[in-house]
């Protein structure tokens, strides 16, 4: 499990500090911006399973709408959770493309 190291002054993040930071990934010691890495393969498929289990395998099982909700914010709710895990950061914000 590796949490995120500040690019500027490469201090390690506690998990709380990850969580706290993660809309504006200001680092608690040296107070400087870091950016996220954009392409992260763990986001890509984490999002293209949820969206083809909910698009394409929930309609043919008949589940029910509430079950299907509770699914899609259990789903949230653990990505959250997880999302500091392995969070790169660097000094300069990187292109998409």
Known sequence: MSLPKCAHCQMD?????????LLFLTCPYCKEKNYARKF????????????IIMLFIFPFMDILFLWRTIFGMVALIVYLLTYPVNLRLTKEEEPLF
């Open 13 to 21: 993040w506690h998990y709380g500090e990850s969580v706290k930071n």
């Open 40 to 51: 992260r393969l763990r986001d890509i498929l984490f999002s293209l399973s949820i969206s």
